[in-house]
């Protein structure tokens, strides 16, 4: 197993069929993936997740269980949400094959996710700008939806065959996903005191800052840095009323 095979997890969010998750872990063992990880949803544990899931068995039985999405990306320097709809708040799609070079590119110490949704009606608005970067599976526009265990198997098919870059990725490691989750609830905050965000809808533009600060890969001391900064600001508008001076 190679290191990048070492460093992905899968993660399902509230499957609906245990089937599915059975046919999943099928899936990732066929390519040399073994850690899944489960948000909500059905039994993992049901005949028919056990029956499907054949020769993978054990990573069945290790699939570990998170209550929200964020717990199970806390450890993550990058993630991939995969997506089949378009629109205001989507950013650009990376394809299956761009996905498995990108993650091959980041460094070693971190650890990348694959972020898979219900087979309804995959994942919501504010679940994919909770990840750092989205995926699509191009198909034809008149059946574009997939099964879901189809869709974990061809990232993992692309991840597997991808060619390694040359030398071994190093240095510089991102911040992981719990530490840029506390700088945007800072962020959100000390925006929403200084009258920046409206109260009626914030997140319309902390979605456009979230994707800010994820093309800027912060690492650690960089997260650090900004919310030193937003302590700052929270000091000097202690005493601001949320209205504009007059000049």
């Known amino acids: 197993m190679s290191r990048l095979q070492d460093n992905v997890v899968i993660v399902l969010v509230e499957p609906q069929s245990p089937g599915n998750i059975g046919m999943v872990c099928r899936a990732m063992k066929n390519m ?42 806390a450890d993550t320097t990058i993630s991939v949400a995969t997506t089949r709809r378009t629109g205001q708040y989507r950013q ?33 608005t504010d679940e994919l700008s909770r990840c750092s970067l989205q995926a699509t599976i191009p198909s034809d526009p008149g059946c574009g939806s997939l ?17 390694a870059p040359d030398g071994v990725a190093g240095g510089r490691t991102t911040a992981p996903s719990a530490e840029l989750e506390g700088l945007f609830k800072h962020l959100a905050t000390t925006l929403a005191r200084i009258g920046f965000l409206n109260p009626q809808n914030p997140a319309h ?7 800010i600060f ?34």
């Open 92 to 124: 650009e799609l990376l394809t299956p094959p761009q996905t498995a070079q990108l993650l091959h590119q980041q460094p070693t110490e971190g650890t990348a996710a694959l972020v898979f949704g219900r087979e309804a009606h995959g994942l919501s």
């Open 147 to 163: 099964n879901l265990a189809q869709s974990v198997l061809i990232f993992c098919y692309e991840l597997f065959n991808a060619p």
């Open 205 to 211: 533009i902390m979605r456009s800052l979230r994707r």
């Open 214 to 247: 994820f093309r800027a890969a912060l690492d650690s001391r960089e997260v650090a840095i900004l919310r030193g900064m937003l302590s700052q600001v929270d000091w000097a508008a202690s005493d601001f009323d949320g209205r504009k001076k007059s000049p």
């Open 32 to 73: 040399g993936l073994s850690r899944l990880r489960l948000v909500g949803g059905c039994d993992h544990r049901h005949p028919d997740a056990v029956m499907f899931a054949v020769s993978a068995r054990d990573l069945l039985d290790q699939a570990r269980c998170y209550p929200t999405l964020d717990a199970a990306l």
